[in-house]
């Protein structure tokens, strides 16, 4: 007999409120951290990426020209590997594991020394964000992971190396999200199911960016956020960060 939907349904939300709640708890330094680093990116004159690929790039996607959000926050894309525009849809996942894209995406980006980027991927595992990682780091940038730790003790690397993200990395932010990313279960259903990677990930990723915000007010330094553009003034207030900030934001060109 299936459960009730309606059951389900709080079980999911019953899920993912104790990842939130977890990842608050077990990550308040790590979250500070990042924080601390987009800050001082901002400060300092340097700017700000991120990146993800397939689903990971929902988190992503979702701190760049965003209302409420940092201004200086660049999407470093990689074409095919982005979201599922591509067909078949499978490609994407195949591209996350070809040697040399990421190295290619960098060079051709205008990432530099000093920048920061956020690598966010779930599991990984693939060649893709482990050489984005090592890639950025040679470039002198700090990088920041955005991943689920666990898949490090539970899957098997598919780099040549045997890494994982989170060891080329100077911060790691873990989501705690399970092998699998299904939070439920039903005996009438035959894998687990409803994930809530992308729930917790951009979560974490607007703690981030909010702390980020705050920090730099307590420096003294106003925070070049983007107001939404469907209030009055929104519009005519983002022309003038864009204007002011025009060197370092990137999905305006």
Same mark, same amino acid.
């Given at each position: 007999?299936?459960?009730?939907?309606?059951?389900?349904?709080?079980?999911?939300?019953?899920?993912?409120?104790?990842?939130?709640?977890?990842?608050?708890?077990?990550?308040?330094?790590?979250?500070?951290?990042a *924080?601390?680093?987009?800050?001082? %990116?901002?400060? &300092?004159?340097?700017? $700000?990426? !991120?990146?993800? #690929?397939?689903?990971? =790039?929902l988190?992503?996607q979702?701190?760049?020209?965003?209302?409420?959000?940092? *201004?200086?926050?660049?999407?470093? %894309?990689?074409? &095919?590997?982005?979201? $599922?525009? !591509?067909?078949p #849809?499978?490609?994407? =996942?195949?591209?996350?594991?070809?040697?040399?894209?990421?190295?290619?995406?960098?060079?051709?980006?205008?990432?530099?020394?000093g920048?920061?980027?956020?690598?966010?991927?779930?599991?990984?595992?693939?060649?893709?964000?482990?050489?984005?990682?090592?890639?950025?780091?040679?470039?002198?940038?700090?990088?920041?992971?955005v991943?689920?730790?666990?898949?490090?003790?539970?899957?098997?690397?598919r780099?040549?190396?045997?890494?994982?993200?989170?060891?080329?990395?100077?911060?790691?932010?873990?989501?705690?999200?399970?092998?699998?990313?299904?939070?439920?279960?039903?005996?009438?259903?035959?894998a687990?199911?409803?994930?809530?990677?992308?729930?917790?990930?951009?979560?974490?990723?607007?703690?981030?960016?909010?702390?980020?915000?705050?920090?730099?007010?307590?420096?003294?330094?106003?925070?070049?956020?983007?107001?939404?553009?469907n209030?009055?003034?929104?519009?005519?207030?983002?022309?003038?960060?864009?204007?002011?900030y025009?060197?370092?934001?990137?999905?305006?060109?």
């Amino acid at each position: 007999m299936t459960e009730p939907s309606e059951h389900l349904s709080d079980r999911y939300f019953d899920a993912a409120v104790a990842l939130l709640r977890r990842v608050r708890d077990e990550e308040r330094e790590g979250i500070r951290e990042a *924080a601390a680093a987009v800050a001082d %990116a901002i400060a &300092g004159g340097n700017r $700000v990426f !991120v990146f993800g #690929a397939g689903h990971s =790039s929902l988190p992503a996607q979702d701190v760049v020209y965003r209302a409420g959000g940092l *201004a200086l926050i660049n999407l470093l %894309a990689v074409p &095919g590997v982005v979201g $599922v525009d !591509v067909m078949p #849809a499978t490609l994407g =996942s195949a591209l996350e594991r070809v040697e040399g894209l990421a190295g290619a995406a960098l060079d051709t980006s205008p990432a530099r020394g000093g920048d920061v980027l956020f690598v966010i991927s779930l599991s990984g595992r693939n060649t893709l964000p482990v050489e984005m990682a090592q890639n950025a780091r040679a470039l002198g940038m700090t990088v920041i992971a955005v991943t689920s730790v666990v898949y490090a003790a539970e899957t098997r690397s598919r780099h040549a190396s045997g890494t994982f993200l989170k060891d080329h990395c100077q911060i790691v932010l873990d989501s705690k999200i399970a092998v699998g990313d299904g939070e439920l279960t039903n005996d009438a259903i035959p894998a687990p199911f409803a994930p809530a990677s992308t729930v917790v990930t951009s979560a974490l990723m607007q703690a981030v960016m909010a702390t980020a915000a705050s920090d730099l007010a307590a420096r003294g330094v106003t925070p070049p956020m983007i107001r939404s553009g469907n209030v009055d003034g929104g519009h005519e207030w983002n022309g003038r960060v864009f204007d002011e900030y025009r060197d370092r934001i990137f999905f305006r060109h």
